[in-house]
């Protein structure tokens, strides 16, 4: 016999069933009307945004809003990159498994998760402490241990147990690329930063091809919020 309380186990069960559905249908939109219509198609990086659930990292007053092409508003004036912008970071700097990646700017540290399942380790610098205490509780729930958060101002990198990175990516836009930076990556590493000032950014991808030599290359044209604290323009040629 079928009570009441049967009934409504299987009610919400079934309600549970249809909004995993559409959550899953929500992750696959993204992915296939924002992500590769911006010219992500390395199916690696595809599916580590399947793997990394995105929604796990959005502040729960905005997670409705977790796979729109929109940034998303964090803590202390700062917010969470587009879901587009962000498979853009992970394609064009082409992360490996044996490299080390250094973050400036963790925000709700659902990039340095994505970079993460792509590297040996991830330095993620943070400014302000309630969004490193945001980044490390988000990392730690879900279970990414490959992933050091730090309480630091990181406009002029970091110095770390690692002598220099082979990526670094810059979460905030710069007028110039600082000199100290440049100078933090191996000789065939690679720097993704938003180079310029509004209204005119320029994603850009910086390799080091030797000890004092670096190619440039421009992505694509975008306007993020500005890293804080930046160090002020210089005459370093690259």
């Not at 198609?41 to 580590?48: A, E, F, G, I, Y």
């Not at 977790?66 to 803590?75: G, N, S, T, V």
């Not at 380790?121 to 943070?126: A, R």
């Not at 490193?132 to 958060?149: E, F, H, P, R």
Request: with cysteine; glycine share 6%.
């Amino acid at each position: 016999m079928t009570t009441h309380f049967d009934k409504m186990l299987f009610l919400a069960s079934d309600l549970m069933t249809n909004a995993a559905m559409n959550l899953e249908q929500a992750r696959f939109n993204m992915i296939e009307q924002q992500i590769r219509t911006w010219d992500v198609l390395d199916t690696d990086v595809l599916q580590t945004l399947v793997d990394v659930r995105r929604e796990e990292f959005v502040p729960l007053a905005y997670r409705n809003l977790a796979f729109f092409d929109c940034e998303i508003p964090l803590p202390c004036g700062e917010n969470m990159l587009s879901p587009k912008f962000e498979g853009r970071i992970l394609q064009e700097t082409a992360i490996a498994k044996h490299e080390t990646v250094l973050e400036i700017g963790a925000g709700s540290g659902y990039l340095a998760a994505l970079m993460a399942q792509r590297a040996r380790h991830v330095t993620t610098v943070e400014i302000e402490a309630e969004l490193c205490a945001l980044a490390s509780k988000n990392l730690s729930a879900y279970g990414i241990d490959n992933v050091t958060v730090v309480n630091a101002d990181g406009a002029l990198g970091w110095a770390s147990q690692d002598a220099a990175y082979d990526v670094i990516v810059l979460s905030g836009s710069v007028p110039v690329l600082p000199e100290a930076l440049l100078k933090q990556i191996k000789i065939g590493g690679r720097i993704f930063a938003v180079v310029g000032n509004a209204p005119i950014m320029s994603a850009c991808l910086i390799t080091r091809m030797a000890e004092d030599a670096w190619d440039t290359q421009t992505l694509f044209e975008s306007s993020i919020k500005p890293l804080r604290n930046v160090a002020a323009p210089s005459r370093f040629q690259f």
